[in-house]
């Protein structure tokens, strides 16, 4: 087995209200910043071992799936580096 650690990035898909991020862009043009739009993310770090990286990666998409992501109003993407 290797270790393995898959970064699972969740954010709301486009047309889904965003308050977080909509406070937030407002905050910064306030501040003089000019962005175009501006959307929230979490992200997700998970140490684990695997035999492969793909194997990681289908256990981690699974997980997202399963719990850190609704795939309803959320998209997700997974990267898995080794450690």
């Known amino acids: 087995m290797t270790a393995y650690t898959a970064t699972v990035t ?3 898909k486009r047309g ?5 991020a909509e406070t937030t862009q407002q905050a910064l043009e306030r501040l003089g910043f000019e ?3 501006l959307r ?9 071992d695997a035999a492969d990286a793909d194997e990681a990666a ?10 850190l992501a609704n795939p ?9 580096a080794e450690r």
């Open 10 to 12: 969740v954010r709301l």
């Open 16 to 20: 889904v209200l965003d308050p977080e």
């Open 35 to 37: 962005l175009e739009d």
């Open 40 to 48: 929230s993310a979490d992200r997700f770090e998970v140490d684990l």
């Open 58 to 67: 289908d256990r981690a998409d699974e997980m997202a799936e399963r719990l």
């Open 72 to 80: 309803t109003i959320h998209d997700y993407e997974v990267a898995v």
